[in-house]
């Protein structure tokens, strides 16, 4: 057993220490927006943030999650209100097949809390999800889009 606080609310998670953090979070929570991409933290489809930190979480032990504050897609928005990342995604139409995207929204989040203007080369740096219908260009621009929101 191990107690998870996720999106502000304590969990009692029963799973084996070892059990990555994003079975935990999808399979004995119940948030399925944090997605099972490659399983090798490569994808980004698992993107969650830990302690503010974005973090592949199926390669992350729910063990190592404990005391921690961890924050899904489901809780990204705060009093009903959308997050600038979420905001952008949908005025500029970001996903195509939308598989890949609550990872990689939660991946942008993170670099705009940590660098509000980021270059176009900050972003080829620290933004490694991958999109297999290859929207990296519409993510390009809704990145620039919620920089200056």
């Known amino acids: 057993m191990v107690r998870l606080n996720i999106n502000g ?11 990555p953090l994003l079975w935990a979070i999808r399979e004995n ?6 997605k099972y991409g490659c399983g090798v933290a490569q994808c980004g489809a698992c993107t969650v943030h830990v302690d503010g930190v974005a973090t592949r979480s199926c390669s992350f032990p729910a063990s190592a999650a404990v005391g921690k504050k961890i924050v899904t897609i489901e809780g990204l928005a705060l009093n009903g ?4 990342v979420q905001k952008a995604w949908i005025d500029l139409e970001v996903p195509q ?28 740096r620290e933004i490694t999800n991958i999109c297999r219908c290859g929207t990296f260009q519409q993510v390009r621009a809704a990145i620039h889009e919620a920089a200056k929101a």
């Open 29 to 34: 929570v119940g948030l399925t927006g944090t």
């Open 9 to 19: 609310k304590d969990h009692n998670v029963d799973v084996d220490p070892s059990t």
């Open 81 to 84: 209100a959308l997050h600038k």
């Open 97 to 124: 097949c939308g598989y890949c995207q609550s990872g990689m929204i939660m991946a942008v989040a993170e670099l705009l809390k940590n660098k509000p203007k980021p270059t176009d080369a900050d972003i080829d």
